[in-house]
């Protein structure tokens, strides 16, 4: 390392991976184990060492810290109201402040992105990346995994509670699964939890750990924002950065850049680099290095609108765990070939943003797993201190509505099940007077949460409005790829944790053959 006019600069890095987020955690692990390859990670935020961190019951507050980016979306233009949405930002990124559901998208969430021209990333292409990622003893190891870093598992033996959630559902008809985070099946079943010894395990602990770290040719830098990446002749040859004290820096790249830091921050950064939509770039008086449409377009999330409801005679939940331990995936009337709703229990009151707290309860969540509506990332300002404008434009289908209109009622045929009576008390949300199709929807709407999945910002395909190609190579450009939640062609039916995992060794593999 060298100063230059005031720059910290650095050259002679094979790799140089952007974010240690969940992606970037596994990269900076898996390509660092040859010794001869010399590798960069370098992440916007710190180390996180808060005991609310590592606490697996205080994800609520963890998200109330400085490893979330504190985001908001623009305001919505179906609901009129600007969504908070959760961005990990520190080693191990979103894995160190999400609720630490470990869950697989069912396979036609996969076999679908081989629809839309991703071939060969289907569910029995990504199955041996999914299995390389965790250990997980409990569970069928023709499926799952026995040898990765992720140790998984159900949190704990059902208590009361949840075997009363369970029975509700099989009342209103819905199957038990046995391995519901498997990718194989529909139904209602445990969820596993990255909790281990009573703590969370998020990517930087099961892949960072202290011997990762001694590796002399892994080189970690926290703290550091990068501003853009740098160009020479169409390829991507390093990147500048600032850091938290106000130091600038620039670091060269011999071979490859790989873009880890999210459905937002991926975008924003190949927008800031010169690499996006034409028009939006000039307008910013950003350089153009490669004109690609795709570049922040193609956003789209997982909307949430709970049921909650007061104690009954057995009084609240007993908390524990993450407090989500069971969850369905079923189909609503609307669902054409695949499960479209998620249903999760809460041993918490979770009202929607903007709604007053409620001091003790439950909740069960319907989620609808493949939106239709898109959105974008788009640059506000060429400074990388600016926040970007995220617009997921959540329910500008009305089908979108609709099938969070059915979630409801489907969620809530299992919350007056007969197995409940002793847990439910009052049904607050949205209440129990609110049963037509346009009061639902009126709920749903005025309920907008967001599960703080974004995807989709750098889609993988080979079509025009791609941005990176089956081997996660940026279109146009070279030395530069993407491997994180932004470049699914369409979010999958469950949380997307477990998924970027795969992408992330997948991607590693692509690196190294």
Known sequence: ??????????TGYDVVVVGA?????????????????RVLLIEAGRRLTEPVIHRPGAWPLARLTEANWGENTVT??????????????GLGGSSAINAMAFIRGHRSSYDRWVDEGASGWGFDDLLPFFKRSETAPRRDPALRGSGGPLYLAPALAPNDWLRACSAAAAACGHPAASDICGGLEE?????????????????????????????????????????????????????????????SGTVGCLGEVVLCAGAVGSAALLMRSGVGPAGNLRALDIPVHGELAGVGANLHDHPV?????????????????NHA?????VRTCFAHGAPDVQVLFVDLPIPPPGFASVPAGFTIRPSIMNPISRGTVRLATADPATPPLIDPNYYADPLDVARMREGLRMARAIGEA??????????????????????LDDYVRRSLGSYSHPVGTCRMGTDSASVVDLRLRVHGVSGVRVADASIMPSIISANTNATVYAIAERAATMLTS
């Open 1 to 10: 390392m060298s100063v230059l006019g005031g720059w910290l600069v650095t």
């Open 21 to 37: 987020g969940t992606a970037g955690c596994v990269l900076a692990s898996r390509l660092s184990a040859d010794p001869g390859r």
């Open 76 to 89: 919505q233009a179906s609901t009129g109201t600007s969504i908070p949405l959760a961005r990990g930002r």
């Open 187 to 247: 139904g209602f079943g445990a969820l596993d939890n990255n909790i281990v010894g009573g703590a969370r395990q998020s990517a930087a602990d099961a892949y960072l750990t202290g011997d990762m770290l001694s590796r002399p040719n892994l080189t970690v830098l926290p703290d550091a924002v990068v501003g853009r990446l740098r160009w020479a002749h169409g390829r991507c040859v390093g990147l500048d950065y600032r850091t938290g004290s106000g130091r």
């Open 305 to 321: 609108s709970p049921l909650i409801y007061r104690p009954g005679a057995r009084g609240a939940p007993p908390g524990r765990a």
């Open 325 to 329: 331990e069971l969850v369905g995936l």
């Open 418 to 439: 007969a197995a409940l009576a002793p847990w439910r008390g009052v049904e607050l949300l949205p209440g129990p007077d609110i049963r037509d199709d346009h009061q």
